[in-house]
T-cell receptor, first 111, second 114 residues
């Protein structure tokens, strides 16, 4: 069962622009995590945000969490060609210890 | 530092064949898991382990077996391959149980069952 749903499913922008992806979920969570997957590769962890946190930064990445709306957003500023990848959110529900994954947003950065 | 290593990278099986996907990690993580990734879907948990000798089923365990005899290794066995098991398989490990910590992934095994 998928709890996290990313939006949009696909996003194509020019290099240098900002990219925003959203994740919505259904049940209360302990944390929410964002991962990146380059084509044909494994997933790489980007940011973990806990339920009592509202915003976290890592380099050009900014993640926000709104638990009242059960949603999160991932902002990539000043995008680069190397940011072309699929981005997944995963939620850690209170009810168990297993991550539940969304279907991902495919981001294409055009040079 | 190797992290999580999966072998093989690619495999083609015929229906009914069995095989083992290997996963090894060198980070001394207690928690390991197997996922499958199908087009247009998120990762789905097959089996997981919270430590040597302890395994449990995930969301889609049917047709797969696991064992955990050491902290480092967590092989996934396909008992009798079916076309529905065509997928990309990922092994992951983490320092804490399941969802409470970041996951480290292997590069994946791309499996085709004909």
């Amino acid at each position: 069962s998928q709890q996290g749903e990313e939006d949009p499913q696909a996003l194509s922008i020019q290099e240098g622009e900002n990219a925003t992806m959203n994740c919505s979920y259904k049940t209360s969570i302990n944390n929410l995590q964002w991962y990146r997957q380059n084509s044909g590769r494994g997933l790489v962890h980007l940011i973990l945000i806990r339920s009592n946190e509202r915003e976290k930064h890592s380099g050009r990445l900014r993640v926000t969490l709104d638990t009242s709306k059960k949603s999160s957003s991932l902002l990539i500023t000043a995008s680069r060609a190397a940011d072309t990848a699929s981005y997944f959110c995963a939620t850690a529900p209170h009810s168990n210890y297993q991550l539940i994954w969304g279907a991902g947003t495919k981001l294409i950065i055009k040079p | 530092n190797a992290g999580v290593t999966q072998t093989p990278k690619f495999q083609v099986l015929k229906t009914g064949q069995s095989m083992t996907l290997q996963c090894a990690q060198d980070m001394n993580h207690e928690y390991m898991s197997w996922y499958r990734q199908d087009p247009g879907m998120g990762l789905r948990l097959i089996h997981y382990s919270v430590g040597a000798g302890i395994t449990d089923q995930g969301e889609v365990p049917n047709g797969y077996n696991v064992s955990r005899s050491t902290t480092e290794d967590f092989p996934l066995r396909l008992l009798s391959a079916a076309p529905s098991q065509t997928s990309v398989y990922f092994c992951a490990s983490s320092n804490q149980q399941g969802a409470m910590d970041i996951q480290y992934f292997g590069a994946g095994t791309r499996l085709s069952v004909l």
